[in-house]
């Protein structure tokens, strides 16, 4: 599994809070537009389909890691 890059990790921490695309991009002052092309690369370094398994596969991965 690729790393995922510090703005892919503040992205995929706004998903595990369950906020919605666009109040990511509010948050983090980026258009919804790139906040979705984030998260199309942060699926595909996760080898998953869809945001809920994203945010499962990186909250796994943190535990065994220590991490979160």
Request: aromatic content about 4%; proline content about 4%.
């Amino acid at each position: 599994m690729a790393p995922l890059s510090p703005r892919e990790l503040e992205v995929i921490a706004l998903m595990a809070e369950g906020l919605a695309t666009k109040q990511i991009a509010s948050r983090l002052q980026l258009r919804p537009a790139t906040v979705k092309n984030y998260a199309a690369t942060i699926y595909l370094k996760l080898g998953v389909s869809g945001r809920v398994a994203a945010v499962v596969r990186w909250l796994q991965d943190g535990e065994r890691k220590g991490n979160h």
